[in-house]
């Protein structure tokens, strides 16, 4: 599939995104080779494919130790904020 000038301004305006007149070609083009992408992958055959349960299945995923690697700041953090209460922070009511 290949996107037009016109889909991509389109696109911009939807996702409320400020496009250049250079990055506009720049744009058109990557977007229609990741939807022809997607197309060459929505055309494989997958119908006696079963779906995964899980990608390691039988298998066990190596993790890092889980240790604590930096030391408690929230004091010098609450130092900065405008209102603290209870080591809390206390932020303006924003709805009613």
């Given amino acids: 599939m290949s996107l037009t000038r016109k889909d991509v301004e ?4 939807l996702a ?3 496009i250049t007149e250079a990055e506009l070609s ?10 022809s992408f997607v197309e060459q992958l929505a055309a494989a055959e997958t119908a006696d494919i079963e ?3 899980h990608p ?3 298998e066990s ?4 130790p889980d240790v604590v690697t930096e030391r408690d700041q929230h004091e010098k953090f609450q130092l900065n ?10 932020v303006p009511k924003v709805i009613e």
């Fill in 26 to 35: 720049v744009y058109t083009d990557s977007l229609s080779k990741i939807l």
């Fill in 10 to 13: 389109g696109i911009a305006h």
């Fill in 61 to 64: 995923q190596r993790l890092r």
């Fill in 56 to 58: 390691l299945e039988g």
């Fill in 81 to 90: 904020a405008a209102a603290v209460t209870g080591a809390l922070y206390l």
């Fill in 16 to 18: 409320r995104l400020e």
């Fill in 51 to 53: 779906p995964m349960a």
